[in-house]
């Protein structure tokens, strides 16, 4: 994809996730901050993929001069989600609707 947006001049967008922040360390999270991931957590190959994905798509940007932004994605809700599947917003419907 990214050579794709080289060739036809397009910028790339990643959408990536909160979880490249792991378990942080400040609150709130500042852009710069770099954050704190197990790399042998349980979930650590969906958070280390992401951060390796973002890795990837800036060094692209800085070799390649494509033009590249990344959207960390946090508390995302949809018309199919189950109610107890433990995320902020199910959990605050849930509450809410007792």
Not at 86 to 94: D, E, I, K, L, Q
Request: proline share 4%; net charge positive.
């Amino acid at each position: 994809m990214l050579g794709l947006a080289k060739r036809v001049g397009a910028r790339f967008l990643l959408t990536s996730t909160s979880e490249v922040y792991g378990d942080p360390l400040q609150h709130p999270q500042v852009e710069t901050y770099w954050g704190n991931v197990n790399p042998i957590g349980v979930r650590s190959c969906y958070d280390e993929g992401k951060r390796t994905a973002e890795t990837l798509a800036m060094d692209y940007h800085r070799g390649a001069n494509v033009e590249v932004r990344i959207a960390r994605i946090f508390n995302t809700y949809g018309p199919r989600m189950c109610i107890d599947d433990g995320r902020v917003v199910s959990n605050f419907v849930a509450q809410v609707s007792i």
